[in-house]
Nanobody, 128 residues
Framework: QVQLVESGGGSVQAGESLRLTCTAS?????????MGWFRQAPGKEREGVAR????????YYADSVKGRFTISRDDAKNTVYLQLNSLKPVDTAMYYC????????????????????WGQGTQVTVSS
């Protein structure tokens, strides 16, 4: 089992930045896999924000965050980051880190169902 812990959320003004951190631990944590960040606003479905494969480093982004958010990883620390720049009120949501099974192709892993392990979430609130 892989355990994920997110941190770094907070309340900011529009235009400001945050960096979210997801630290993985547990059995099999070193296996290369697709890692993702999702978010869920009140009353809305959980949506994918960004993904990265911990082997190739390939990244994928939702259109709504391209050019503003950056996903990266530090393999030595079993950590994945999400840099959030130029934040907007519409970015307000609970942000979740997720890990897929090693056999899942990251390029096609857009859905919530593609990911097996989830963190507890970290809240991001952006005010205008």
């Amino acid at each position: 089992q892989v355990q994920l812990v997110e941190s770094g959320g907070g309340s900011v003004q529009a235009g400001e930045s945050l960096r979210l951190t997801c630290t993985a631990s547990g059995y099999g944590v070193s296996r290369r896999r697709c890692m993702g960040w999702f978010r869920q606003a009140p009353g809305k479905e959980r949506e994918g924000v960004a993904r990265i494969h911990t082997d190739s480093g390939s990244t994928y982004y939702a259109d709504s965050v391209k050019g503003r958010f950056t996903i990266s990883r530090d393999d030595a620390k079993n950590t994945v980051y999400l840099q959030l720049n130029s934040l907007k009120p519409v970015d307000t949501a609970m942000y979740y880190c997720a890990a897929a099974r090693p056999d899942i192709y990251c390029s096609g892993a857009r859905a919530v169902s593609a990911f097996t392990y989830w963190g507890q979430g970290t809240q991001v609130t952006v005010s205008s």
